[in-house]
T-cell receptor, first 118, second 114 residues
């Protein structure tokens, strides 16, 4: 079975603080893909990043960075110098060939509500 | 380039009724996936359509059904609505059906069952 755990239900920070959102995943597959999505109050899930299981290089995009560690099955997301506009629910998701299926089913975590105060 | 669109935005139904939700995929995308997101939860996979065929299904009963049309737009139909069907229904499109294909989501349809 595949599972994604986001242990932090809610995080509250003050603007300009750095914040890290944790994600731990479980899968038996050796080939899999990890994603982060942002869900603002409007409800639409906005794609942020995709990482495959063979690429453990950390990635930075502006104020966003991602740390992928296969040894701990974690794919953490850091926002540097947070802003009020970063307030949203953030989801980590996993896509893998579970049970021999090849279709792209996303398994999501419960989400982390991030509130950035001015 | 037009993104994923969904209609209607909001819908209120009563228990036992039937509902149809619609989704237009992003230009060039041939795969559509549907998810149900209950309040305070992560989205749950309902099913996926690839080239007009259902090619994957989550743990949802048969009263959840769908269609994909030649232009790759899609419908989600739910029969015999139950109170627990109240949720945000999200549609996502992707270039292909595989695990590597990034899914891009629409704004969702908020369904309330009374």
């Amino acid at each position: 079975a595949q599972k994604v755990t986001q242990a932090q239900t809610e995080i509250s920070v003050v603007e300009k603080e750095d914040v890290t959102l944790d994600c731990v995943y479980e899968t038996r597959d050796t080939t899999y893909y990890l994603f982060w999505y942002k869900q603002p109050p409007s409800g639409e899930l906005v794609f942020l990043i995709r990482r495959n299981s063979f690429d453990e290089q950390n990635e930075i995009s502006g104020r966003y960075s991602w740390n992928f560690q296969k040894s701990t099955s974690s794919f953490n997301f850091t926002i540097t110098a947070s802003q009020v506009v970063d307030s949203a629910v953030y989801f980590c998701a996993l896509s893998a060939n579970a049970g021999g299926t090849s279709y792209g089913k996303l398994t999501f975590g419960q989400g982390t509500i991030l509130t950035v105060h001015p | 380039e037009t993104g994923v669109t969904q209609s209607p935005t909001h819908l209120i139904k009563t228990r036992g009724q039937q509902v149809t939700l619609r989704c237009s995929s992003q230009s060039g995308h041939n795969t559509v996936s549907w998810y149900q997101q209950a309040l305070g939860q992560g989205p749950q996979f309902i099913f996926q359509y690839y080239r007009e065929e259902e090619n994957g299904r989550g743990n949802f009963p048969p009263r959840f059904s769908g269609l994909q049309f030649p232009n790759y737009s899609s419908e989600l139909n739910v029969n015999a609505l139950e109170l627990d069907d109240s949720a945000l229904y999200l549609c996502a499109s992707s270039l292909g059906q595989g695990t590597a294909d990034t899914q891009y989501f629409g704004p969702g349809t908020r369904l309330t069952v009374l």
